[in-house]
T-cell receptor, first 109, second 110 residues
Framework: GQQVMQIPQYQHVQEGEDFTTYCNSS?????IQWYKQRPGGHPVFLIQ?????EVKKQKRLTFQFGEAKKNSSLHITATQTTDVGTYFC?????????FGKGTSLLVTP | KAGVTQTPRYLIKTRGQQVTLSCSPI?????VSWYQQTPGQGLQFLFE???????NKGNFPGRFSGRQFSNSRSEMNVSTLELGDSALYLC?????????FGEGSWLTVV
């Protein structure tokens, strides 16, 4: 079955540094979704990418979908303490989402 | 507009007992899915319902079951609880592409 792998597992940055998390799927994805979960909170939908090679931006966040639709990345420019949390990617498969294990981001001021 | 509501938020059960968790989706959302989140396994799909029909089921034992009512509210049940069932159980509803998660039900099995 489809497996979604995400790296790194943890990332600790100084405020103002950039951050990137990478997601790879064992199979071609119809789409990929990104979520953010704050400590003690629930996953919050960030974005969905559908097209091969798609790039979308949300303020300091840039999301990319690979040409082969098997990998994706989330890049945060100039991190802030409010960016702290775990970022998950998820591939859709038959009304279900296969989540990566997430990248936990810690930002120190 | 109210979000996805899950009850109870926290509960403690003993091994062998059963538990029922409830989820009220966002008004108008007909798709409801359930996920288990643990530190070791991450977020794992349990099942998804649409118009009272289960459309997909994850790789969990038969002790895990669910249902959806005509008003789209959903329940999941876990029978014969095991220590390993301790987890955050998340319900999500969707209308189209965006999925909204509830705050979850924290289950501790002792």
């Amino acid at each position: 079955g489809q497996q979604v792998m995400q790296i790194p597992q943890y990332q600790h940055v100084q405020e103002g540094e950039d951050f990137t998390t990478y997601c790879n799927s064992s199979t071609t994805l119809s789409n990929i979704q990104w979520y953010k979960q704050r400590p003690g909170g629930h996953p919050v939908f960030l974005i969905q990418l559908v097209k091969s090679g798609e790039v979308k931006k949300q303020k300091r966040l840039t999301f990319q979908f690979g040409e082969a639709k098997k990998n994706s990345s989330l890049h945060i420019t100039a991190t802030q303490t409010t960016d702290v949390g775990t970022y998950f990617c998820a591939g859709e498969a038959g009304y279900a989402l296969n989540f990566g294990k997430g990248t936990s981001l810690l930002v120190t001021p | 507009k109210a979000g996805v509501t899950q009850t109870p938020r926290y509960l403690i059960k003993t091994r062998g007992q059963q538990v029922t968790l409830s989820c009220s989706p966002i008004s108008g959302h007909r798709s409801v899915s359930w996920y288990q989140q643990t530190p070791g396994q991450g977020l794992q799909f349990l099942f998804e319902y649409f118009s009272e029909t289960q459309r997909n089921k994850g790789n969990f034992p038969g002790r895990f079951s669910g249902r959806q009512f005509s008003n789209s509210r959903s329940e999941m049940n876990v029978s014969t609880l095991e220590l390993g069932d301790s987890a955050l159980y998340l319900c999500a509803s969707s209308l189209g592409d965006t999925i909204y998660f509830g705050e979850g039900s924290w289950l501790t099995v002792v």
